[in-house]
């Protein structure tokens, strides 16, 4: 009887042992990612989309927030945008649950506004890089190629301007 009871308990423990090796991970490798979404002038962005290392997705509440499921904690690469906002990818190194996240996304109004900005100050860089920016958002703006043939001519670059201009004349702009 003592032989069996013996055979039982090193049974259990061999089971027990077992199913604690394979255990996938510790409830303390995993935890939710709180972020939130804000544009150019800290407003919250309702109904961003959040997708997580290309698979995972959520998006944000009413007040620009969001809340990840159980996520493994290490680096994780994020990809935030809405329509008519410029998508933003972030690397995060989520370690802590205390972290929260805070993301910042332009809208195509905004970089419109800031590529005009920097060509009344005469930065035609900044005006092409705030064009560029938009193009990504909506490519086939007409007024994108009226900014961009207005940065041309300020800038001197006649030659551009002219072209931009015969470009513009293919355009319906309204």
Do not use: W
């Not at 090796?21 to 989309?49: C, F, I, K, N």
């Not at 994020?78 to 805070?102: K, M, N, W």
């Not at 670059?157 to 004349?169: F, R, T």
């Amino acid at each position: 009887m003592c032989r069996k009871n013996s055979s039982l308990l090193l049974l259990l423990i061999l089971l027990f042992t077992a199913s604690c090796s394979t255990a996938p991970s510790s409830p303390g490798d995993r935890a939710p990612l709180t972020g939130m979404v804000y544009d150019t002038h800290g407003r919250p962005v309702q109904g961003a989309r959040v997708l997580i290392d290309g698979t995972l997705e959520t998006s944000t509440d009413l007040n620009g927030r969001f809340v990840t499921p159980s996520l493994a904690k290490g680096a994780h690469l994020l990809l935030i945008g809405r329509e008519g906002y410029e998508e933003q990818r972030t690397r995060v190194d989520f370690s802590s649950t205390l972290e929260v996240l805070y993301v910042s996304i332009a809208s195509f109004e905004s970089l419109i506004k800031e590529a005009e900005e920097q060509l009344d100050l005469g930065n035609h860089d900044g005006a092409l890089s705030r064009i560029e920016r938009a193009e990504t958002v909506y490519p086939d703006d007409p007024s994108l190629m009226v900014l961009r043939c207005a940065v041309y001519h300020r800038s001197g670059q006649i030659d551009k301007a002219a072209e931009c201009s015969l470009e513009l004349k293919g355009i319906d702009l309204n």
